[in-house]
C-alpha cells in the first residue's frame, strides 16, 4: 500500500512566521501535490512537482513556495504565515500515466 | 481551464437504499478522466472509482458506480445499498495531464453524504 505521511497532524502558528510542512512518500512515485482543503471551497492546488527540483504553480501558489530534494520528500513552505492560510493541508503523490493520487491525513493549521 | 460542478452540499438517504451523487464538469479536452474520492470524518481521501472519456462501458467498482453521460457532460457517482459507513464527504475530481507523465486532478467542492438508519 501507498504511504504519505505529512510530519504534522495538527499545527498552531503566529502571523508572521514562517512555516514548514513536510511530506514523505514511500512509493517511488514521480509526482508530488500539495492541496489546500476549505469548507464549501473544496480541494485547490497550490503546488505540485514531476520530479526533483522541477515544480509547477498550482491554481493558487500566492503566500507559498515549494521545495523537493529528494523524491520521495516535498515540502510546502509559508514564508509569512497570515490568518488568511489557516487551513487542512493536503499532500498527494502519483505515478506517472492515469493513476490516482494518494494522499496524506492532512495538517490542519491554524495561525493566529 | 477546467471545472467542476457538484450541486448537491448536503444529502440524506436511508440504510440500504441507491443514492445518486452528482458531478458535471467543463473541459475543452477531447481526452481526460473523471475520479471519485470519499473523505470520511478522520480526513483521509479514499480513491473509489474512475472514469476515461474514452471508456466504453461505465466504470464500477463493488457499490460503486459512475453514470458517465458524455454529451451531458456529467459524471454521477451511485452507491448502491448504502451503509451507515458510507457517511462521508464525497469529491468529484478530474484530471489533467502533467509534465513528465501523470495528471493532476481539479476537484469539485464536494457533497456530504449521511446515511440514516
Known amino acids: 500500500d501507498v504511504k504519505v505521511t505529512q510530519s504534522s497532524r495538527y499545527l498552531v502558528k503566529r502571523t508572521g512566521e514562517k512555516v514548514f510542512l513536510e511530506c514523505v512518500q514511500d512509493?517511488?512515485?514521480?509526482?508530488m501535490f500539495w492541496y489546500r482543503q476549505d469548507p464549501g471551497l473544496g480541494l485547490r492546488l497550490i503546488y505540485f512537482s514531476y520530479d526533483v527540483k522541477m515544480k509547477e504553480k498550482g491554481d493558487i501558489p500566492e503566500g507559498y513556495s515549494v521545495s523537493r530534494e529528494k523524491k520521495e520528500r516535498f515540502s510546502l513552505i509559508l514564508e509569512s504565515a497570515s490568518t488568511n492560510q489557516t487551513s487542512m493541508y493536503l499532500c498527494?503523490?502519483?505515478?506517472?500515466?492515469?493513476?490516482?493520487?494518494?494522499f496524506g491525513n492532512g495538517t490542519r493549521l491554524t495561525v493566529t | 481551464a477546467q471545472k467542476i460542478t457538484q450541486t448537491q452540499p448536503g444529502m440524506f438517504v436511508q440504510e440500504k437504499e441507491a443514492v445518486t451523487l452528482d458531478c458535471t464538469y467543463d473541459t475543452s479536452d477531447q481526452s481526460y478522466g473523471l475520479f471519485w474520492y470519499k473523505q470520511p470524518s478522520s480526513g483521509e481521501m479514499i480513491f473509489l472509482i474512475y472514469q476515461g472519456s474514452y471508456d466504453e462501458q461505465n466504470a464500477t467498482e463493488g457499490r460503486y458506480s459512475l453514470n458517465f453521460q458524455k454529451a451531458r457532460k456529467s459524471a454521477n457517482l451511485v452507491i448502491s445499498a448504502s451503509q451507515l459507513g458510507d457517511s462521508a464527504m464525497y469529491f468529484c475530481a478530474m484530471r489533467e495531464a502533467i509534465t513528465g507523465g501523470g495528471n493532476k486532478l481539479t476537484f469539485g467542492t464536494g457533497t456530504q453524504l449521511k446515511v440514516e438508519l
Open positions: 512509493m517511488d512515485h514521480e509526482n
Open positions: 498527494a503523490s502519483s505515478g506517472v500515466g492515469v493513476s490516482p493520487l494518494h
